[in-house]
Nanobody, 128 residues
């Protein structure tokens, strides 16, 4: 599975941005696609996850209520709508995927080790 993230940019605090992740190759409807982010000097942080079946979504605490993850199965794509952006949202955003079925508790945990495929990342900058 190859992943291509896009849509990053420089936006002011309070603005919105939509990231896209295009997947190619063999994806499984039992799998999950997720978004992570990594700010300079910090560990990779779980942002959101979506089962390919579209039945469930999961969010990191810092983005709940502001970010929404969605997908288009027909196009093998996932999206991250980011609203009310803050300077602390500044990071490189990565999409990741796995074809393994992960139980809900693992998805809430948001461990990057559960994901087998990673895109190259797209930079989001929100100046203070």
């Amino acid at each position: 599975v190859q992943l291509q993230a896009s849509g990053g940019g420089l936006v002011q605090a309070g603005a919105s941005l939509r990231l896209s992740c295009a997947a190619s190759g063999r994806t499984s409807r039992t799998g999950t696609i997720a978004w992570f982010r990594q700010a300079p000097g910090k560990e990779r942080e779980f942002v959101a996850a979506l089962r390919w079946s579209g039945s469930s979504t999961y969010y990191g605490d810092s983005v709940k209520g502001r970010f929404t993850v969605s997908g288009d199965n027909a196009k093998n794509s996932a999206f991250l709508q980011m609203n009310s952006l803050k300077p602390e949202d500044t990071a490189i955003y990565y999409c990741a995927a796995t074809n393994k079925h992960l139980i809900s508790s693992r998805l809430w945990d948001g461990s990057p080790h559960d994901y087998d495929y990673w895109g190259q990342g797209t930079l989001v900058t929100v100046p203070a």
